[in-house]
C-alpha cells in the first residue's frame, strides 16, 4: 500500500501544504455554504425559544432535558479523539498520527465549544448563565460546589482552554513556516502575531517539545475526567438507568468510539477537498479503522456490562427502564444504537473494507449516528419511564425546535471546522517532516543492515 | 463573600437531614396525610392555584406535560387485573415531600434550591438559571418548570384575573423552576407574629392553603418538634421517624399494624410528608 | 372587626387602592428602581386597613346552591381568596374547589359590563335608564299571563322582591329549573319520611349504603358530607365505618368506597328490595313486597352476586345504625321515585329513621325558603313556548338553552318569544339568545340572603355581602334592578328603599327579633350579623314519618335492549363542572376530572370489555347518537362503568360563554331523550339510549395521569391495608 | 527574546492577585458608601426636612420653614412600619389630620394642592422611590422591632439604614445601593442578642432565624449573632 514517499522533498510538503490555505477544491465551498445555512437555522430556532420561552422545544415536567443534552453528551464525546490522537500517540511515539493530528485537535476544541454551546441552548434562564461562574460578586455568593453541573461545567472550560493552548502551542513552527511563505496581507500579519517570533532556534526546539510533551501529559488525564464528569451528571443522580457505577467509563469508551468515528469522516473530507492524498495516506486510514474497532468491541462490551448489571440487580426500576428502551416507544431508535454501534464496526474487521473508502465514509456515518442515538437513549427513556409512574411520558416527541437546533450545531461545528482548515495548515508540516525524515533514517539504517549482512 | 466565609458557613448553606449539632430548633415544618379520608375530590388542588399564584397553563399545553400544578392528585387503581374497580380508586395528593436530604438540592449549579433552619426545602425563584437539573433528579417528579413566560401572557392572566394573583407570592417568569413551598409565605407571616410576641408559632395558629380547604381535614400540617402538635403526635402514634430510611416497625416479620409511612423511604431523601395508609374493610 | 366610623359599604369605596400596581408582582422591575411605579395610599383608612395585611370579610357562597358559607382574603381592596367561613355549621371553615373557583366567577375577563341590546348577532351598549324604559315599554299591554320568568333556585330576600315584582306585573308564570336538583329523591322522601330533604347522618352511621348519591362530590352539600365521611371513617369505637356504594358509573364517592357494586343500570331499587329480602327481618306489607325479590331474581336483573346481597345484609344487620342514602343516579329514570322509594325503605326496614336520618329545621319564615327548580317545570315553560304563549320572557340565573335536553329544542322555541331579557353575568347561551341583556354584579360584589335548602346544621340564614368594591362600573345587582322595576310598578311602596342594601338591611332589622337579636340595637346586630356571615336561627323541627310508605311502590320488570341504541347514557355529574355554569373558571377546566384525571374536554367513558368488543381503544373519537342528536368526543376505557353504558360528563361543550369555556368539549345535554318520570314529571336523565360508533379519529388524551395509567407498577407509592391488618385504636 | 510573553505574565499576574484578594476577604464588603438615586418628580413635593428635620436651636417657635424641622418621629406619619410588612404611604387623611388645623401655611400651593386631592376624595399618586426587585421582600416590622423595639436605637437612625439621612431632604430619594450584597454586608454583621450585661433579648424564639449566635459574650458582655442567612428570608 501506498504511502507517505519517504524521499519527498520539504519544500513540497511545505508547498502542498501552503496549497491548501489557498485554493482547497469547490466540495469545500459547497460545505461551508450549506454549514453556514445549518448554523442559521439553528440561531433562529434558538432566538424563538429564547423569546417564547424553552415551552417551544416540546419538553415537560418529567421530559425536562431532551436533544440538547444528548447532543451536548454527543459533542464532549467527539472531542476526545482528538486528544487521543494527539496526546496519547504523542507519548506512544505512533508516528502515523503526525499528518492527521492537527485536525483531530481541531475537532477538539470545535466540538467543545459547540458542546458549550449546548449548555447555554438547554438553560431557561440564558441571561443569568453567569450566576453558574465562581467570581467574587455583589450578592456574595457562591454556586453549588456539590453540583455535578458545576463540575462540568469546570471542566470543559478546562478542557476547551488547555485544547486550544495544545493546539496552539502545536501550530507554532507551522505558523512560522506559514508566515514565511505568504504574500503581505493580513493573514500574514495574522501568522506573523501568532507565531511569536519563532526562529527556529534550537533553544526554541528545546523548549517547545518540553512544553509539548507537558501539555500533552496534562491533556490526557483532563480528557478522561472530562468525561467521567459527564457521566457523573447522570451517574450522580437518584433515576433509574443513570445510577449505573460503570458510567464513567462507558462514557469515556463511547467518547474516544464516536471520536475516532468522525475522524474517519473528517479524514475523507479533508483529502479529498484539501488534495491531502499524498499525506492522509489509506495506509494511515487503515490503522485510524483498526484503532476505532477496538474501540467499538470495547464500547460494545461494556454496553453489555451495562446490561448485565442492571438485568441481574435488585434495581426493579432500571430493569423497567430498561425493557422500556427495548421494547417501548424508543425501541426503534435504540435498537437502531445497538446496530450501528456494534454490528456496523463489523465491517471494518473486513481488511478489503479498512482501505475503501466510500464504504468507510459511510460506515462512519452510521457510527456516529449510532452514538448519537446512544446519547438520546441514555436520555429519554429514564425521562419517560422513570421512578415515579404517575409522571410517565411516552409520548413526548423533540419539536421542531430541538431538531433545529442539533442541525444548526452541526452546521455551527462544520464552520469552525472548515474556516480552520482553510486558515490554518491542517496537516503538521513540521511533524510530517520529522515523519519523513525518522523514516528515511530508518530506510538507511536498515538497507546499511542489509548491506551489512552481505 | 470570601473563600473563608464559603469554608465556614458551608453547612449552613448545604444542610442536609437533620445532624447532631443542628438538631431542627424551633420549627421543623412537616406534614401527615390520612390518605383513607382523602376522597380526590381537588379541594387542595385549586386552594394551592389560589394562595401560590399557579398559572393555568391551558388545553394545548397541558396535553405537551406542562401543567403546573404544585399539588396533584393521583388515581391508582388495583393491579390484579379485575374487571371492575369494585374496591374504588385510591387517591394520593402529591406535592414536594421537603425531603430532609433533598436530591434536587445536591445537584443544583446555583445552589437556588437550599434547606432552611425549619427543614423546608426552598426554591429561589431569582436565582434559579434553569438548569432543571433539580426535576431530572427529583424521584417524585414534583417541581415544575416554567416553560413559558405566564406572567406576560394574556390568556393565562388578563388583566382582570391578574387581580387575583396573591402578592405575597412572586409570580414566576419564563426560565425558571417552581415547586410546592409549604406555603412559606404563610409560615413567614405567623412566624413574624409569633416573634414579636416572643414566642414561637403555635400549633394551628398557621394552616397551608390545602390543609385549610381539605374537606375532611386529611390533612395535617404543623411543627414536628413541638411535642403539642397534632403532626408530631401523629408521626409518634405511626412510629415514623424523619431521619430514618427504615422504619423500625416495618423489620418486624408480620409486618406494622400502623399505617404511617414514606413514599421512596429506601432511597433516602427522608421527605417530611408521611402518608397514612388507605384502609380498605375486610368484612365486604 | 368593624369597630368604627366608616360604614360597611363606605368602606369599599375607601379602599380604592389601584389594584394595577401591586397586582403582578414577579414580572416587574428585576433591579431596584425608583420612581417608575405608582403607590396609591388611602385617602382615608381605618385602623385594621393595614397594606401588606389582609383583612377578612364573611359572605356566602354562590358556586352551588349547598350555602357554604365562605371567608374571603381581601387585600389592598382586592379579593383574593375564598376560604371557609368557620362560623357556619355547614362547611365549618372548609370549602371545596369550585367555591374557591368563586374568584374566577368575580374576575372573569368575559363578565358582561354594560347593558347591551341585542339585534340578531349584532349587539348595542345601552345604558341602564333606556333598559329599564324599555322593559317597561314592553311590558305594557302584555297580558300577565304573556310574560314567563324563568329563573334558577332562588331564597332569601331576592325570591321576596322576586316574587312581589312577579306580582306586580301580574303574572304567576315563574318558572324555577334547575338542570341538576334531587327532584325524584325529594319526592320519595316526601312519601317515605314525610320531609323532602331529612338530615342524612353519616358521622352516626356505622354502614353507608350508598345508592347513587355522589355526596362526597356533587349531591347536595358535598363539603358538609365530606366532613361528616371524615367523622364516619373515623368512627366509633375505633370501628370505621364502611361505605358501599352502589351504581352504574363510578363517582368520586364510589372511588372512595369500600365497595362498589356496579348494577345494571336503573335496577338500584331491584337491589334493594333484594336486600330487604336477604335479611329477611321483614313481615307483613313490606314482607310481601319483597316476595318476589329473592336472590335469583335480583341478581338476573342487577347483575350482582348472591354472595355479595348476602354479606351486605350481614352486614347491616352486625352493624347498626346504619345510613341508606338514595342520590342523583337512581332517580334519574322513568321509575326514578320509584326507586328511591323502594331504597328509602331499607332504612325504615333497619331502622335508622330518626337515628341517622334526623328531623330537619322548619324554615320560621317561609318568604324565605328556597324555592327549589326542576326540570318539570322547564317543560312546562318549554310547552308554553311551543304553544306561543308568551310574548316577553325573562332569565335569571338559568341557562336553559345548554342545559334543556336536545329533544326539547328549546333554543327554537325561545325565539318565538317577542322580547328576551336575560341579566346575566356573562354572555351565556341563553343570553346570546336574548333581546336584552342586562349584567349582573358578580357574588362578591352583591349582597344578599340566602336561605340553603339542605340546612345541614339546623336553621341558618346566610349573608351574603361584597368582598370589594364593583369591578365594573355598570353591573348591577340583581336586587337593585328588580328594585328599580318594582318601582316602576309600585313606586310608593318601595320608594324608602334607597336601593336593595337598604331593603335588605331595613328588613332585617324588622326581623331582629325573630332573629334571635330581640334587645340589641340595630347597629350591633347589623355588624355582628356581617362579621358572621351567618344568622343561626332556632327553629321548630320538622317530623318524620315513623312508617314505611309501601302502597304504590312498584318497580318496573326488566326491559329487553333496543336493537337500535343498544347502551344505556349516563350523563357524568362532575365535582367542578356540575351543569356547566361554572365552565368559564379556567381553574375548574384545568382541574383533572379525580377519576379519569380529564381536562379541558369532553370524554365518552366505556368499559374495557365493551371497548375491547367494539375494537375502541383510548383516544378514539366515538360518535355517541341517541335519538335525539349525537356527539363526538374521546372515548376514555373505564373500570368503573357497567359495559352495557357509557358516560359523559356534562357541563362542557359551551358554544358561548368566553374564552375558557367555549369550544372545549362536548355538550351531552344536547343529546338527551325527553322521558320523564312517571311520578313526578321529571326529566328521567338516565333514560336515554344511544348507540356509539368509532369515527376513526383518534386523539391524544390531555389527561394528568401519566403512561402507567394508574398503575404503580410495583412501586409502594399509595399503599392500603385492610381493617383486619390495622390497628387504628392509637391513633391521633 | 521571551519580550512577547511579558505583557500576558504581567496581565494574569495581576488578574490572578485581584481576584485572590477578592475571593479571600475575611471581612464581608460593606457597601455602605452612598449611590444616590435619581430625583424623582412627586406630584406633591413633600419637604421630609421640614417634618423631620431637626429644629433650628435659634428659632424656638419654628417659625421659619427654611430653617429648621419639627422632629416629627418617622412613625408617626409611616405608621403601617411597624406593624406590616409593608410601610405603605400614609393615608391623605393623615395629612389633612394636621393641615387642617395649620392655618399658617394654608395657602401654600402644595398644601391647597393636598386639599384639593382631599377634596375629590382621590389619593395622591406618589411615585416609589425605593422600589425593590419584585421578588425581594423587604419586613419593615421585623427591622423596626429588632432595631427600635429590641435595640433601642433612635427611629431616624434605624429607618436611615437603608432610607438614608430623609431628615435632610424633601422629596425623598434613594441613598443606598439596596442591592443584594449590600442586605446581605449587613446580615453578616454580627448584632447583639443579649443586651449589655448578658440580659436576653427577647427568648429563643426572637432570634432563631439568625445564625448562630456566639457562645460567649464579647468584651462589652454582650452575646452577638448574625442576622438570618436564608434565601427564603427575603425571596419567596
Given at each position: 500500500m501506498k504511502d507517505i514517499r519517504e524521499d519527498i522533498a520539504w519544500v513540497k510538503i511545505n508547498q502542498d501544504v501552503m496549497k491548501s490555505l489557498e485554493n482547497p477544491r469547490k466540495l469545500y465551498w459547497v460545505i461551508l455554504f450549506c454549514a453556514i445555512c445549518a448554523f442559521g437555522v439553528g440561531v433562529s430556532c434558538e432566538i424563538y425559544q429564547y423569546r417564547t420561552g424553552m415551552g417551544v422545544a416540546n419538553l415537560n415536567n418529567p421530559q425536562v432535558w431532551g436533544l440538547y443534552i444528548a447532543t451536548f453528551i454527543f459533542w464532549i464525546g467527539m472531542s476526545h479523539s482528538g486528544t487521543l490522537l494527539s496526546a496519547i500517540l504523542h507519548l506512544m511515539h505512533a508516528d502515523w498520527r503526525k499528518p492527521i493530528y492537527r485536525f483531530a485537535e481541531a475537532m477538539t476544541t470545535f466540538s467543545l465549544m459547540t458542546a458549550g454551546l449546548f449548555v447555554l441552548v438547554h438553560i431557561g434562564r440564558l441571561w443569568q448563565?453567569?450566576?453558574?461562574?465562581?467570581y467574587p460578586n455583589e450578592r456574595g455568593i457562591w454556586p453549588n460546589f456539590q453540583s455535578p453541573l458545576l463540575w462540568d461545567a469546570m471542566a470543559i472550560f478546562t478542557y476547551l482552554s488547555s485544547s486550544i493552548l495544545f493546539l496552539f502551542v502545536g501550530m507554532i513552527p507551522d505558523l512560522a513556516i506559514a508566515r514565511d511563505n505568504m504574500a503581505d496581507g493580513w493573514r500574514r500579519k495574522l501568522y506573523t502575531l501568532l507565531a511569536?517570533?519563532?526562529?527556529?532556534?534550537d533553544r526554541q526546539w528545546r523548549n517547545f517539545r518540553v512544553t509539548y510533551l507537558t501539555i500533552a501529559c496534562f491533556l490526557i488525564p483532563l480528557a478522561v475526567s472530562v468525561h467521567s464528569i459527564v457521566a457523573s451528571d447522570f451517574a450522580m443522580s437518584q433515576a433509574p438507568g443513570w445510577h449505573?457505577?460503570?458510567f464513567p467509563p462507558y462514557f469515556v469508551a463511547g467518547a474516544l468510539y464516536s471520536g475516532c468515528a468522525a475522524i474517519i469522516t473528517l479524514f475523507i473530507i479533508l483529502r479529498y477537498t484539501f488534495r491531502f492524498e499524498e499525506y492522509m495516506t489509506k495506509s494511515i486510514l487503515k490503522k485510524i479503522v483498526r484503532l476505532t474497532f477496538a474501540i467499538a468491541m470495547v464500547w460494545t462490551y461494556l454496553n453489555a456490562v451495562e446490561f448485565a448489571a442492571v438485568w441481574y440487580s435488585h434495581d426493579e426500576a432500571s430493569k423497567a427502564v430498561l425493557i422500556q428502551k427495548a421494547t417501548g416507544t424508543y425501541a426503534p431508535f435504540w435498537w437502531g444504537m445497538i446496530f450501528c454501534g456494534s454490528?456496523?464496526?463489523?465491517?471494518?474487521?473486513f481488511e478489503r473494507f479498512q482501505t475503501n473508502i466510500p464504504v468507510l465514509f459511510a460506515t462512519s456515518l452510521l457510527l456516529n449516528l449510532g452514538m448519537w442515538l446512544e446519547r438520546w437513549m441514555i436520555i429519554a427513556p429514564t425521562f419517560s419511564?422513570?421512578?415515579?409512574?404517575?409522571?410517565?411520558?411516552?409520548?413526548q416527541w423533540p419539536s421542531m425546535v430541538q431538531w433545529g437546533m442539533v442541525f444548526g450545531s452541526f452546521g455551527w461545528f462544520t464552520l469552525l471546522f472548515m474556516i480552520f482548515c482553510k486558515v490554518f495548515p491542517s496537516v503538521s508540516m513540521y511533524e510530517v517532516k520529522e515523519m519523513v525524515y525518522h523514516r528515511t533514517l530508518h530506510l538507511k539504517k536498515s538497507e546499511a543492515a542489509e548491506q551489512g549482512a552481505h | 463573600m470570601s473563600v473563608s466565609n464559603l469554608l465556614e458557613n458551608w453547612s449552613q448553606f448545604?444542610?442536609?437531614?437533620?445532624v447532631d449539632d443542628k438538631p431542627h430548633d424551633p420549627y421543623k415544618w412537616a406534614m401527615s396525610i390520612d390518605l383513607d379520608a382523602?376522597?380526590?375530590?381537588n379541594a387542595c388542588s385549586i386552594a394551592c392555584y389560589a394562595e401560590n399564584n399557579?398559572?393555568?397553563?391551558?388545553k394545548e399545553r397541558f396535553q405537551h406535560?406542562?401543567?403546573?400544578?404544585w399539588m396533584r392528585i393521583e388515581r391508582y387503581w388495583d393491579?390484579?387485573?379485575?374487571?371492575?374497580?369494585d374496591q374504588g380508586a385510591q387517591f394520593l395528593p402529591m406535592?414536594?415531600?421537603?425531603?430532609?436530604?433533598?436530591?434536587c438540592e445536591t445537584v443544583c449549579p446555583v445552589a437556588a434550591t437550599n434547606h432552611t433552619a425549619d427543614g423546608l426545602n426552598s426554591q429561589v425563584y431569582n436565582r434559579c438559571?434553569?438548569?432543571r437539573y433539580c426535576s431530572a433528579n427529583c424521584?417524585?417528579?414534583?417541581r415544575y418548570f416554567n416553560?413559558?413566560?405566564?406572567?406576560?401572557?394574556d390568556a393565562v392572566w388578563p388583566a382582570e384575573m391578574s387581580?387575583?394573583?396573591?402578592?405575597?407570592?412572586t409570580v414566576r417568569s419564563k426560565g425558571v423552576m417552581e415547586k410546592c413551598t409549604f406555603c412559606v409565605q404563610r409560615l413567614t407571616a405567623a412566624k413574624s407574629v409569633a416573634k414579636s410576641e416572643g414566642r414561637i408559632v403555635r400549633e394551628g395558629e398557621v394552616q397551608t392553603a390545602c390543609q385549610q380547604s381539605c374537606p375532611t381535614g386529611a390533612i395535617s400540617f404543623g411543627?414536628?418538634?413541638?411535642?403539642?402538635s397534632r403532626v408530631h403526635k401523629q408521626w409518634q402514634a405511626q412510629q415514623?421517624?424523619?431521619?430514618?430510611?427504615?422504619q423500625t416497625k416495618d423489620e418486624k416479620e408480620e409486618g406494622s399494624e400502623l399505617r404511617g409511612y414514606r413514599i421512596f423511604e429506601d432511597m433516602r431523601p427522608y421527605p417530611s410528608v408521611m402518608y397514612l395508609e388507605r384502609v380498605r374493610e375486610s368484612a365486604v | 372587626m368593624i369597630d368604627s366610623g366608616i360604614d360597611r359599604r363606605d368602606f369599599l369605596k375607601v379602599l380604592?387602592?389601584?389594584?394595577?400596581?401591586?397586582?403582578?408582582?414577579?414580572?416587574?422591575?428585576t433591579s431596584v428602581e425608583d420612581g417608575k411605579e405608582t403607590v396609591v395610599s388611602y385617602v382615608e383608612a381605618n385602623d385594621?386597613?393595614?397594606?401588606g395585611i389582609g383583612v377578612y370579610y364573611n359572605s356566602t357562597c354562590?358556586?352551588?346552591?349547598?350555602?357554604c358559607s365562605i371567608n374571603g382574603r381581601v387585600r389592598e381592596g382586592r379579593v383574593l381568596k375564598l376560604e371557609g367561613n368557620p362560623?357556619?355549621?355547614?362547611n365549618k371553615g372548609k370549602l371545596c374547589g369550585l367555591g374557591q373557583a368563586g374568584v374566577q366567577h368575580h374576575y372573569?375577563?368575559?363578565?358582561?359590563r354594560e347593558p347591551i341590546l341585542r339585534n340578531g348577532n349584532k349587539g348595542e351598549t345601552i345604558t341602564w335608564d333606556k333598559a329599564y324604559a324599555l322593559i317597561a315599554e314592553k311590558l305594557?299591554?302584555?297580558?300577565?299571563?304573556e310574560i314567563a320568568f324563568l329563573s334558577g333556585g332562588v331564597s332569601g330576600h331576592l325570591k321576596a322582591l322576586l316574587g312581589n315584582y312577579l306580582e306586580s306585573i301580574g303574572t304567576k308564570n315563574h318558572f324555577v329549573y334547575e338542570a341538576l336538583a334531587p327532584v325524584g329523591v325529594r319526592a320519595a322522601n316526601l312519601k317515605s319520611?314525610?320531609?323532602?330533604l331529612p338530615r342524612y347522618r353519616l358521622d352516626k352511621a356505622k354502614v353507608v349504603l350508598s345508592f347513587g348519591a355522589d355526596f362526597l362530590g356533587s349531591w347536595i352539600s358535598p363539603v358538609h358530607f365530606s366532613q361528616q365521611y371524615a367523622q364516619f371513617r373515623k368512627g366509633m369505637d375505633g370501628q370505621r365505618g364502611v361505605l358501599i356504594q352502589v351504581e352504574s358509573k363510578m363517582s368520586l364517592t364510589g372511588a372512595n368506597a369500600d365497595r362498589w357494586l356496579v348494577v345494571k343500570p336503573g335496577t338500584e331499587g331491584v337491589l334493594a328490595l333484594g336486600i330487604i329480602n336477604a335479611l329477611g327481618t321483614t313481615s307483613g306489607e313490606i314482607a310481601e313486597l319483597v316476595k318476589p325479590y329473592d336472590h335469583a331474581h335480583v341478581t338476573k336483573e342487577t347483575g350482582v352476586s348472591a354472595s355479595q346481597i348476602d354479606k351486605i345484609a350481614a352486614l347491616l344487620k352486625l352493624r347498626s345504625p346504619s345510613l341508606i342514602l338514595a342520590g342523583s343516579a337512581v332517580e334519574g329514570y322513568a321509575h326514578g321515585a320509584q326507586n328511591a322509594a323502594a331504597i328509602n325503605l331499607l332504612n325504615h326496614v333497619l331502622g335508622n329513621v330518626g337515628k341517622t336520618i334526623e328531623a330537619p329545621s322548619n324554615v320560621p319564615f317561609p318568604q324565605l325558603a328556597p324555592i327549589v327548580g326542576s326540570t318539570a317545570s322547564l317543560k312546562s315553560l318549554n310547552d308554553g313556548l311551543v304553544a306561543g304563549q308568551y310574548k316577553v320572557l325573562f332569565n335569571f340565573a338559568a341557562n336553559p338553552v345548554f342545559t334543556?335536553?336536545?329533544?326539547?329544542?328549546f333554543k327554537d322555541n325561545m325565539a318565538k318569544v317577542g322580547f328576551k331579557v336575560a341579566f346575566a353575568h356573562y354572555m351565556d347561551e341563553t343570553a346570546m339568545q336574548a333581546d336584552l341583556v342586562l349584567p349582573l354584579d358578580s357574588a362578591l360584589e352583591d349582597w344578599g340572603t340566602q336561605v340553603p335548602e339542605y340546612l345541614a346544621d339546623g336553621m341558618q340564614l346566610n349573608i351574603q355581602q361584597p368582598?370589594?368594591?364593583?369591578?365594573?362600573?355598570n353591573t348591577r345587582s340583581m336586587g337593585d334592578i328588580l328594585l328599580t322595576l318594582l318601582k316602576q310598578r309600585r313606586a310608593d311602596e318601595y320608594?324608602?328603599?334607597?336601593?336593595y342594601y337598604a331593603y335588605l338591611r331595613g328588613s332585617l332589622l324588622q326581623n331582629k327579633g325573630a332573629l334571635?337579636?330581640?334587645?340589641?340595637?340595630d347597629d350591633n346586630f347589623w355588624n355582628e350579623a356581617l362579621t358572621r356571615g351567618v344568622l343561626k336561627i332556632s327553629s321548630s323541627s320538622a317530623t318524620l314519618?315513623?312508617?314505611?310508605?309501601?302502597?304504590?311502590?312498584q318497580l318496573p320488570k326488566a326491559e329487553t335492549a333496543?336493537?337500535?341504541?343498544?347502551m344505556h347514557f349516563i350523563p357524568g355529574v362532575t365535582a367542578?363542572?356540575?351543569?356547566?355554569?361554572?365552565?368559564?373558571q379556567p381553574w375548574l377546566q384545568e382541574s383533572?376530572?379525580?377519576?379519569?384525571?380529564?381536562?379541558w374536554d369532553s370524554w365518552v367513558e366505556i368499559h374495557p370489555k365493551k371497548a375491547l368488543e367494539l375494537g375502541i381503544v383510548d383516544g378514539d373519537v366515538v360518535e355517541v347518537t341517541s335519538k335525539s342528536g349525537s356527539i363526538k368526543a374521546q372515548a376514555y376505557l373505564f373500570?368503573?362503568?357497567?359495559?352495557d353504558a357509557v358516560s359523559v360528563p356534562l357541563?362542557?361543550?359551551?358554544?358561548?360563554?368566553g374564552r375558557y369555556a367555549k369550544g372545549y368539549g362536548v355538550n351531552p345535554f344536547g343529546i338527551l331523550?325527553?322521558?320523564?318520570?312517571?311520578?313526578?314529571?321529571?326529566?328521567?336523565?338516565?333514560e336515554t339510549r344511544v348507540s356509539i360508533k368509532k369515527t376513526g379519529a383518534r386523539v391524544l388524551i390531555v389527561k394528568d395521569?401519566?403512561?402507567?395509567?394508574?398503575?404503580?407498577?410495583?412501586?409502594?407509592?399509595a399503599l392500603r391495608k385492610t381493617t383486619d391488618q390495622v390497628d387504628l385504636s392509637e391513633e391521633v | 527574546m521571551y519580550r512577547f510573553l511579558r505583557l500576558p505574565i504581567l496581565l494574569v499576574g495581576l488578574f490572578m492577585a485581584v481576584s485572590s484578594y477578592a475571593a479571600n476577604?475575611?471581612?464581608?464588603?460593606?457597601?455602605?458608601?452612598d449611590s444616590l438615586g435619581p430625583e424623582i418628580q412627586q406630584p406633591i413635593e413633600f419637604p421630609h426636612n421640614r417634618h423631620a428635620g431637626l429644629r433650628n436651636?435659634?428659632?424656638?417657635?419654628?417659625?421659619?420653614p427654611l430653617k429648621g424641622?419639627?422632629?416629627?418621629?418617622?412613625?408617626?406619619?409611616?405608621?403601617?412600619a411597624r406593624r406590616s410588612a409593608v410601610a405603605g404611604i400614609p393615608p391623605l387623611q393623615k395629612c389633612i389630620g394636621c393641615h387642617q388645623n395649620?392655618?399658617?401655611?394654608?395657602?401654600?400651593p402644595r398644601i391647597v394642592e393636598l386639599f384639593k386631592y382631599w377634596d375629590a376624595k382621590k389619593p395622591v399618586p406618589w411615585k416609589k422611590v425605593h422600589d425593590l426587585p419584585d421578588f425581594v421582600r423587604f419586613n419593615h416590622e421585623r427591622h423596626i422591632k429588632r432595631f427600635?423595639?429590641?435595640?433601642?436605637?433612635p427611629t431616624q437612625e434605624a429607618c436611615g439604614y437603608?432610607?438614608?439621612?430623609?431628615?435632610?431632604?424633601?422629596v425623598a430619594r434613594r441613598?443606598?445601593?439596596?442591592s443584594m450584597g449590600w442586605c446581605a454586608s449587613c446580615h453578616e454583621k454580627a448584632h447583639p442578642?443579649?443586651?449589655?450585661?448578658?440580659?436576653?433579648?427577647?427568648?429563643q424564639a426572637y432570634w432563631y432565624s439568625f445564625q448562630k449566635p456566639a457562645a460567649k459574650p464579647d468584651a462589652s458582655g454582650v452575646v452577638k449573632a448574625q442576622g438570618p442567612n436564608d434565601c427564603w428570608q427575603c425571596h419567596k
Open positions: 448563565f453567569y450566576y453558574s461562574l465562581p511569536l517570533g519563532w526562529e527556529g532556534t449505573v457505577t460503570s454490528v456496523v464496526p463489523l465491517v471494518f474487521a419511564h422513570g421512578l415515579y409512574p404517575w409522571t410517565w411520558d411516552h409520548d | 448545604r444542610h442536609t437531614h437533620p382523602c376522597t380526590g375530590c399557579i398559572p393555568v397553563v391551558g406535560g406542562q401543567q403546573m400544578h393491579e390484579d387485573g379485575r374487571e371492575f374497580a406535592m414536594c415531600q421537603q425531603c430532609e436530604a433533598a436530591p438559571v434553569g438548569s424521584p417524585f417528579k414534583v416553560w413559558y413566560d405566564y406572567p406576560t401572557d387581580q387575583q394573583l396573591n402578592p405575597d407570592v411543627n414536628l418538634v413541638n411535642p403539642e415514623v421517624e424523619i431521619d430514618k430510611d427504615k | 380604592g387602592w389601584s389594584g394595577a400596581a401591586v397586582a403582578l408582582s414577579g414580572c416587574g422591575n385594621y386597613m393595614i397594606p354562590a358556586q352551588c346552591d349547598a350555602g362560623d357556619s355549621g355547614i372573569n375577563p368575559d363578565r358582561v305594557t299591554g302584555v297580558k300577565g299571563e319520611y314525610g320531609v323532602a334543556a335536553p336536545g329533544a326539547f329544542k368582598l370589594m368594591e364593583k369591578l365594573h362600573a320608594k324608602n328603599f334607597e336601593d334571635g337579636a330581640g334587645g340589641s340595637d314519618a315513623d312508617k314505611a310508605a309501601t302502597s304504590g311502590l333496543d336493537a337500535k341504541f343498544p367542578s363542572l356540575r351543569d356547566g355554569r361554572h365552565a368559564n383533572p376530572d379525580p377519576l379519569t384525571t380529564i381536562v373500570p368503573g362503568i357497567h359495559p357541563g362542557r361543550g359551551h358554544e358561548a360563554m331523550d325527553a322521558i320523564f318520570d312517571k311520578e313526578t314529571g321529571e326529566l328521567a336523565l338516565h395521569e401519566g403512561a402507567a395509567g394508574g398503575m404503580q407498577m410495583g412501586r409502594r407509592i | 476577604d475575611p471581612q464581608p464588603t460593606l457597601t455602605t458608601e436651636p435659634n428659632d424656638p417657635t419654628n417659625s421659619d424641622g419639627m422632629e416629627i418621629d418617622c412613625q408617626y406619619c409611616h405608621t403601617y395649620i392655618e399658617s401655611v394654608r395657602n401654600k427600635v423595639e429590641q435595640q433601642n436605637r437603608c432610607h438614608g439621612d430623609v431628615k435632610s431632604m424633601t441613598q443606598k445601593t439596596l442578642v443579649t443586651a449589655a450585661g448578658g440580659t436576653p433579648v427577647g427568648d
